[in-house]
Structure formats: structure tokens, C-alpha cells
T-cell receptor
Framework: GQQLNQSPQSMFIQEGEDVSMNCTSS?????WLWYKQDPGEGPVLLIA?????ELTSNGRLTAQFGITRKDSFLNISASIPSDVGIYFC????????????FGQGTILTVHP | DTGVSQDPRHKITKRGQNVTFRCDPI?????LYWYRQTLGQGPEFLTY????????KSRLLSDRFSAERPKGSFSTLEIQRTEQGDSAMYLC???????????FGPGTRLLVL
């Protein structure tokens, strides 16, 4: 089945630093989504990407849909303490309209 | 504008008991999804509905699991004869046909003792 490899697994950074994380897949995806999850809560959508090569920003967040359709990355600029949380990538493949496949998550810790 | 809601938020049960969770999607969304998330992992797809039709089920959804969406609005997920391995966060999401983005609820955390 489809697998998503998300890296890094965790990051410890200083406030103000930029952050980069990525996801790679063994299969092609038609949609890439990035979510943030706080402990005990559901994932909250950050950015949605629909076309290969698409680059989309949401405030300090920027994400790109890889040209090969097998990867995506998320950048966070000038991190702040409230960026702390777990970031997940998710992809939707061509064989299922419903199923999202998630990465393992990147745990982000920001030191003030 | 209300988001996806789930009830209860937490459930503790004894092994062998049945449990039922409810999800209310965003009102104009016709697609509803169930996922399960264990500690340290990303959510895993269980099943999804378009209106009242259940269109896809994961192999994770064993015979003890059943989901319904009888009127195409809210959905229930029932687990019969719970096992300790069922302990997880159960997440519901919804979307509109043609829009790829799924919006998640806060989840129901299940602990089976």
C-alpha cells in the first residue's frame, strides 16, 4: 500500500529560526495536505496543495507540491512558541476519493 | 460557522463492552470520514461515507466495528466487544464533494481497561 515517510521525526529550535520538514511517497498523490495537531485535539488544516509544482503560503507557512507528485515540503519562517505541536503531511492518491494517507508526524519544539 | 463535532470526547470502558461514538460534520459537507490514531502515529483511515452510502472501508475495520450514517448527516461508529488494542483516538472528518480538503473534529479518546 501507499506509504508516506515524513522527516525529521522531531526538531528542537530557537524562537525566530526557520523550520523545514518534508514528506516523500513511494506512490503518486493527487493532493497534499499539511496539518498541525496539538495534544488531545484533532488535526487542524494548515495548507492544501492540488497541483504538481504548486507553491502556496499561509502567513509564515509555505508548502510545495513536488513536481514528481511523490513529495511535499513545509517551511515555517521566524518560528514562535505557539508553533509548538505535531505537524503531519497527508496525501490523497488516485485510487481512492476518500482516504488520506498520513505521515508519521514531525514534533516541533520551540525554545523562547 | 461550526466545525466538526464529536461526542464523547473521552470514553473509558472495560474490555468486552460495546461503545458508540457520534460525529456531526460541518453542515454543508456531504462526505464524512473516520480515522483512528494511536500514540506517536499519524491518523489511519477506517471508512468514509458520501451522503448515507458507505463507499470505502479499510481492512483495519474488523467485524467488531460498524459505522452508519443513516440520514446522510451525523454518523456513529460502534465497537463491539472492545479489546485493549482498540484504545486510540477516533477522529472524524468531513468534506464537500469535489473539494479535497478534509476538516477534522476534536476526536474521541477511547481507553479500554
Amino acid at each position: 500500500g501507499q506509504q508516506l515517510n515524513q522527516s525529521p521525526q522531531s526538531m528542537f529550535i530557537q524562537e525566530g529560526e526557520d523550520v523545514s520538514m518534508n514528506c516523500t511517497s513511494s506512490s503518486i498523490f493527487n493532493t497534499w495536505l499539511w496539518y498541525k495537531q496539538d495534544p488531545g485535539e484533532g488535526p487542524v488544516l494548515l495548507i492544501a496543495l492540488y497541483k504538481a509544482g504548486e507553491l502556496t503560503s499561509n502567513g509564515r507557512l509555505t508548502a510545495q507540491f513536488g513536481i514528481t507528485r511523490k513529495d511535499s515540503f513545509l517551511n515555517i519562517s521566524a518560528s514562535i512558541p505557539s508553533d509548538v505541536g505535531i505537524y503531519f503531511c497527508a496525501g490523497r492518491g488516485g485510487t481512492s476519493y476518500g482516504k488520506l494517507t498520513f505521515g508519521q508526524g514531525t514534533i516541533l519544539t520551540v525554545h523562547p | 460557522d461550526t466545525g466538526v463535532s464529536q461526542d464523547p470526547r473521552h470514553k473509558i470502558t472495560k474490555r468486552g463492552q460495546n461503545v458508540t461514538f457520534r460525529c456531526d460534520p460541518i453542515s454543508e459537507h456531504n462526505r464524512l470520514y473516520w480515522y483512528r490514531q494511536t500514540l506517536g502515529q499519524g491518523p489511519e483511515f477506517l471508512t468514509y461515507f458520501q451522503n448515507e452510502a458507505q463507499l470505502e472501508k479499510s481492512r483495519l475495520l474488523s467485524d467488531r466495528f460498524s459505522a452508519e450514517r443513516p440520514k446522510g448527516s451525523f454518523s456513529t461508529l460502534e465497537i463491539q466487544r472492545t479489546e485493549q488494542g482498540d484504545s486510540a483516538m477516533y477522529l472524524c472528518a468531513s468534506s464537500w464533494t469535489g473539494e479535497e480538503t478534509q476538516y477534522f473534529g476534536p476526536g474521541t479518546r477511547l481507553l479500554v481497561l
